[in-house]
Nanobody
Framework: VQLQAYGGGLVQTGASLRLSCAASTDYSVGWFRQAPGKERDFVAAIRYDSRGAYYADSVKGRFTISRDKNTVFLQMNSLKPEDTAVYYC???????????????????WGRGTLVTVSS
């Protein structure tokens, strides 16, 4: 599975961005991000059938993950400087014993897209 995240850019605090990732409905999809000098962290994930979505506490209420056929979106609203990071999408199996929030669930990772939020 080849993945690629799109839609990053430079925005001001409070702005919105929508990231996209091409991923078949055969897979669950997660978004992770890595800020400079920090580890990669979970952001959001969605079931293969869209019947469940999961969010990190830091983005809950501001970010929304969704999917439309073979594209998964991450709508990011009310962006903050601390949201600055490289964002990655990842594909995992429909069902797994691993949590949606852990990298171990996902077997395929795309190249990231940089989101920079200026203050």
């Amino acid at each position: 599975v080849q993945l690629q995240a799109y839609g990053g850019g430079l925005v001001q605090t409070g702005a919105s961005l929508r990231l996209s990732c091409a991923a078949s409905t055969d897979y669950s999809v997660g978004w992770f991000r890595q800020a400079p000098g920090k580890e990669r962290d979970f952001v959001a994930a969605i079931r293969y059938d869209s019947r469940g979505a999961y969010y990190a506490d830091s983005v809950k209420g501001r970010f929304t993950i969704s999917r439309d056929k073979n594209t998964v979106f991450l709508q990011m609203n009310s962006l903050k400087p601390e949201d600055t990071a490289v964002y990655y999408c990842a594909a995992g199996p429909k069902n797994s014993g691993e949590s949606y929030r852990t990298e171990n669930r996902y077997h395929s990772w795309g190249r990231g897209t940089l989101v920079t939020v200026s203050s």
